[in-house]
């Protein structure tokens, strides 16, 4: 959480010093206000006139507003200082963001990063918000009305410390029993979840095998315990009002029973609505630094989440070679490649090597989890090779500068990845400059053509967030375009055509051929229909590439090959 | 625009009474207890009110003693004593209150889960293709929440308010009109002054809410589509963009967060503001009429004010809770009422020892009325035979098997099991007489004992192995740390083959008189492919059992090949016949082999 503050700017700490000012303030016109209720009630005990009336409530008045004046100047000051401190923090960590990896992204999970730049952040500037003006006023007003009442009455000192006391003590026991309970439920929670998405997942198996009361027994075993904790939980949270209730009511009831006895003169009288006042004021102090000692768990836990993030090393540095084309040449040089996730013990790939010349298309086929598109991410640095070297006309690609490699590749992922804007934007992507010539050939290239005419405003047809107004297939169509405007030296299709018709797969792949001549295409495919005329297909088989070749090479030569072939090709001829 | 928003907030109102009502009724056993804890709180809000009231008396004591000369204390012990008392049971009771409005909305949420929970095994299965789990899972989990937790608290405040409130106003002008209409005055001019902030905090409150909406879609786009921006070397671009938002979202937060921050304040202030009207005025009428019995009374209005001001805010707070509890109730029972299976109870005609004869009859099906997949099915299986059924995607052939299940119903024409009915028998008969082997392989978090028991009752441990044995994962579970004690969870790495070695245990122990293998081998290697058609071959031995296969090896052993295509068969025999035909068939299986 300090580590947190440590964004706060000049500026941030100038507030802060005036929200101390402005709370000092408050507090003595809180301070100030029952002298002269006391004034009044003790005036009526004498003799008092209109006139003294109408000044002390005058008074009254002004410190009634000016109470909330300086309050309202608070809480702007420190909305202020709370929303700059997120705006900052929000900025940081998206950047930082920005500049991770695939692998620190995995680490992570996408979602949990959304949740650190959003809610944990959120979370951070309300506590700020609210907790920083506690933590200022909370000390303030406890320790300057402490000083006010503690020698006006011994008596009546103990019965307010006693009071407090017992407050403190009795919210300390209750949010100790019942915190730990609350943590429990959402495990809770999660395991409710989990045996009714068991139930969901498996309800063919489920009901074939007559198991649902076996299942609602299961149910309802989670059900009963995390009815019971509930229970027990909210059953101990149930006292914290009555009880607060009581200790307040019951202190108004002491000062007044004290005052019975202690106070010797009508004119003094005043003193016990006076008193009370402030003994109320102390117990809002204690209940402020109580407040903060609840939420703090919370936002500890958002702010460990953001610190996580900002933590976080960049495992893949960039290098410093920009030149556009070394060796003229379009080349592709897996040297013994091996690679493992970070943190993991089990290589992904083993020892690959492999050349892919210019203008070739080489293509990837295996099971699931063999290793395929981990293999080609290599080639962009989404992962770097833990083993070996991969070469780009001829330079190591941990040398290059990243948007030098950047720029020689076009890469389309396996799922079709779209901005809000139009189509033309989507397809002029990041530093991609072609013209409406250019965006409708790439168009044209992947296919695409058709349906964006058909769009309404051509090119220049919106495209919503993330996509959602266009099919997959025509997602994975704009994706590739893009991908073809940057004119780049090499193409990487992960897995991307998978979400096509056949016949499609088939006419952009000739369209591609032919616009594309002297592209280096790395395929990643499921369909053997799909890489069939590839020059050179690679197959792999946990991790090991177990043939390379021609596809009428591999069926004569690779076992593995040959299954693949064997199991699609009733698929493929049906 | 106006008009339309208009009606969706009549429609509102009208699903608001609704699921209240329904709410209302659904918690019908606890009506009494209900009413019991709403007995508590109206003693212990009676007795919160007549507090100030005694207060009054006490000081008004004081004063007068003092003015002559003695404070009468045994007389301020009674009123202090009696005090104590009514404090303390009102504290008692309404921490009852409190305790079984607890323990009824628990009661209700766990009922809720229990209901929602027993419904999804009473659902027909197509409603899960048109629905997703997380949507049925978030009604179980946050949807019960939310209704349990908001009535829990809006219940109890709403009750408990509405009661303080009225009682606050009529004790206020039993004890003096004029202080009372003070109070009232005062305590309108305070909310007046909070509502000119009041009206502006909605429009800063949504505006806030759009740009972090816009902010979280644009945070999902980019991260999501990470790689993309990233070698398109897009960050700039997205950057700016998020520059953007985030810039508005600074303006509309901190404005949102000032707001929200002063309204603590602003009550506060209507709080100062009546209590200092109370003194100017209450000091006012004392010099008029003389003043010792005003100092009790005024002491009492100046707790009577703070009991006045704090119920409206909290009445205020509790309806936007319900309203929310509404929309989450409404979900709850949308699903609760969703059409179920149809009642089997009156079916009494039970097949057990069956044969395995199996005949469809002139089968017709479709998911949707509309669209007919499987278009006049018929085909007869002797006992103990292995049918294959071949075909590309989308042929039916899942489809056959969901029939065969009874998962579905037929559209018209029969499925029948040594020459009865399945409609003439429970669905729960039919699972009987099936073993079942999927793709998808499931299994629980829970022992590999569980797992492979589950269901079925009477199995020894013995069996248990002997099962294991057979299908050859038995060595792999004895090298495990706690053999068949071990626990299936993320920690313990299955792979997907000896995942479906287990399911083709548990259907061994299940030990069912047919069989059917749904693709059960698509998602291993060829490898393990192997292991598992050995482990299948033993679950099939002698009983009748269907397979869908896509691998030509499986399907060459089969008694009988139904080759399906769009929902018809278009070739039927074995695997000889078939290849002598000439046909589909044939056609597939030699493309296969064309490079030997």
Request: net charge neutral; hydrophobic share 45%.
């Amino acid at each position: 959480m300090f580590k947190l503050l440590k964004n706060l700017k000049p500026i941030d700490y100038i507030f802060m010093a005036l929200i101390v000012g402005l709370v000092i303030f408050q507090v003595w016109l809180d301070l100030t206000m029952p002298t002269y209720s006391e004034n009044l009630v003790n005036g009526i005990m004498g003799d008092i006139d209109l006139n003294t009336i109408l000044i002390n409530g005058a008074l009254m008045l002004a410190c009634a507003f000016g109470s909330l004046g300086s309050a309202i100047a608070v809480g702007f000051l420190v909305a202020n200082v709370a929303s700059r401190l997120t705006y900052n923090l929000r900025r940081k960590v998206y950047d930082k963001i920005q500049n991770f990896s695939l692998a620190e992204i995995n680490k992570f999970s996408t979602a949990s990063l959304i949740t650190r730049t959003t809610n944990d952040i959120m979370n951070v500037q309300f506590f700020i918000a609210m907790g920083l003006q506690a933590l200022i006023k909370a000390p303030i007003m406890a320790i300057w009305t402490i000083t006010k009442i503690v020698n006006v009455s011994w008596q009546w000192t103990t019965a307010t410390a006693t009071v407090i006391c017992i407050l403190v003590l009795m919210v300390l026991l209750i949010v100790c029993l019942a915190i730990p309970k609350f943590k429990k439920i959402q495990t809770m929670m999660d395991n409710i979840n989990r045996v009714t998405r068991e139930n969901l997942t498996g309800i063919r198996v489920v009901r074939a095998s007559n198991a649902e009361e076996y299942q609602n027994a299961k149910f309802e075993k989670q059900n009963n315990e995390i009815t019971k904790t509930t229970l027990f939980a909210n059953r101990v949270m149930g006292i914290m009002n009555p009880g607060m209730n009581l200790l307040m009511s019951g202190l108004g009831l002491a000062i007044n029973w004290i005052g019975a006895y202690i106070i010797k003169s009508p004119l003094e009288i005043g003193s016990i609505t006076k008193y009370m006042s402030y003994s109320m004021q102390v117990i809002m102090a204690f209940m402020l630094l109580i407040m903060i000692f609840i939420l703090m768990p919370r936002v500890l836990v958002s702010a460990k989440r953001i610190n996580e993030v900002l933590d976080t090393k960049d495992s893949i540095v960039p290098g410093r070679y920009t030149d556009e084309n070394p060796d003229g040449k379009a080349s592709v040089v897996f040297e013994n490649v091996s690679f493992k996730y970070p943190d993991a013990d089990e290589y992904v790939l083993h020892n690959i090597s492999f050349t892919a010349n210019e203008g070739e298309t080489v293509a990837f086929i295996g099971s699931t989890g063999s290793g395929k598109s981990t293999l080609i991410n290599l080639i962009p640095r989404l992962y770097d090779a833990t083993e070996g070297r991969v070469l780009l006309d001829g330079v190591d690609v941990k040398d290059y500068d990243f948007e030098a490699l950047n720029k020689k590749i076009g890469y389309v992922p396996q799922r079709g990845v779209l901005f809000k804007g139009t189509v033309k934007s989507n397809v002029n992507f990041g530093d991609n400059n072609a013209d409406d010539e250019g965006v409708k050939d790439a168009l044209s290239v992947a296919q695409a053509s058709n349906f964006v005419s058909r769009m309404g405003n051509g090119i220049d047809s919106d495209i919503a967030q993330g996509g959602t107004n266009v099919s997959g297939g025509q997602k994975q169509r704009i994706s590739i375009a893009r991908a073809v405007a940057r004119n780049p030296e090499i193409f990487i299709f992960d897995d991307s055509f998978s979400a096509l018709d056949y016949k499609t797969d088939r006419k952009l792949r000739s369209a591609l051929k032919k616009h594309t001549a002297k592209t280096t295409k790395f395929i990643v495919a499921q369909r053997i229909g799909t890489i069939k005329d590839a020059d050179k297909i690679i197959v792999l088989d946990n991790g090991n590439m177990v043939g390379i070749g021609t596809h009428e090479e591999l069926l004569k030569t690779c076992p593995v090959y040959q299954e693949i072939a064997l199991s699609q090709l009733s698929k493929e001829e049906l | 625009m106006p008009r339309r928003m208009m009606v969706a907030e009549k429609a509102e109102k009208g699903s608001f009474k609704k699921s209240m009502k329904k709410l209302f009724f659904y918690c019908k056993k606890y009506w009494w207890w209900i009413a019991l804890s709403m007995v508590f709180g109206a003693i212990g809000v009676t007795f919160q009110i007549i507090g100030p009231n005694k207060i009054q008396d006490l000081i008004t004591l004081v004063a007068t003693g003092l003015r002559s000369g003695g404070v009468d204390f045994a007389a301020v012990g009674k009123i202090g004593i009696f005090l104590v008392c009514i404090y303390s049971v009102g504290a008692v009771l309404s921490y009852f209150q409190q305790f079984v409005l607890t323990t009824v909305t628990q009661n209700l949420s766990k009922k809720f889960r229990r209901d929602i929970s027993q419904k999804i095994n009473r659902l027909p299965l197509n409603y899960f293709d048109t629905n997703m789990f997380g949507d049925v899972l978030s009604r179980v989990t946050n949807d019960v929440d939310r209704v349990g937790q908001s009535l829990n608290e809006s219940i109890g405040t709403l009750f408990h308010s509405v009661l303080l409130f009225a009682g606050v106003l009529i004790m206020m002008f039993v004890t003096d009109w004029i202080l009372a209409l003070t109070v009232i005055a005062a305590t309108v001019i305070g909310f007046a002054f909070s509502l000119i902030f009041m009206t502006r905090a909605q429009k800063y409150f949504n505006q806030n809410q759009r740009n972090l909406g816009q902010l979280n879609a644009h945070i999902e786009e980019v991260y999501s589509g990470h790689n993309v921006v990233q070698l398109f070397n897009a960050k700039k671009e997205m950057g700016d963009e998020f520059d953007k938002i985030n810039k508005r979202l600074f303006t509309s937060g901190w404005k949102s967060q000032f707001i929200s921050g002063v309204m603590g304040p602003i009550m506060g202030f209507v709080g100062n503001f009546g209590y200092v009207a109370v003194c100017i005025v209450g000091a006012v009428l004392a010099l008029h009429y003389g003043g010792i019995e005003y100092i009790g009374i005024i002491s009492a209005f100046m707790i009577y004010v703070r009991l006045f001001s704090n119920p409206l805010s909290q009445i205020a707070q509790a309806l936007t809770n319900l309203q929310a509890t509404s929309a989450a109730a409404n979900r709850v029972f949308d699903f609760l009422e969703e059409k179920e299976l149809a009642d089997e109870s009156g079916k009494t005609l039970v097949l057990d020892n069956v044969k395995g004869d199996v005949e469809f009859d002139n089968v017709v099906f479709g998911y949707n009325p509309n669209k007919i997949i499987i278009k006049g099915f018929s085909a007869k299986i002797r006992a103990g035979e292995k049918v294959a059924i071949v075909g590309p995607t989308g042929a039916g052939k899942t489809t056959l098997v969901n029939l065969l299940m009874r998962f579905y119903e037929v559209n018209s024409g029969d499925i029948k099991i040594d020459g009865v009915s399945t409609k003439d028998i429970t669905r729960d008969n039919v699972h009987n007489l099936f073993g079942m082997v999927l793709q998808d392989t499931w299994l629980f978090e829970g022992t590999i004992k569980e797992n492979l028991r589950y269901n079925t009752v009477g199995v020894s441990d013995e069996q248990i192995v002997d099962a294991c044995k057979k299908v050859g994962i038995d060595h792999f579970i004895q090298t495990l740390s706690k053999g068949y004690d071990t626990v299936i969870d993320d920690a313990v790495n299955l792979s997907a083959g000896q995942k479906q070695l287990l399911t083709i245990a548990r259907t061994m122990i299940e030990n069912k008189p047919m069989m059917i293998l749904d693709e059960a081998t698509s998602s291993v290697d060829t490898r393990t492919e192997v292991l598992l058609q050995e482990a299948m071959d033993k679950v099939m031995e002698g009983r009748t059992s269907f397979i869908i296969a896509h691998r030509l090896s499986t399907i060459k052993n089969a008694d009988m090949i139904l080759v399906l295509k769009d929902g018809d068969i278009i070739e039927s025999g074995n695997h000889e016949e078939l290849l002598k035909a000439g046909g589909f068939y044939a056609d597939l299986y030699n493309s296969q082999f064309e490079e030997a």
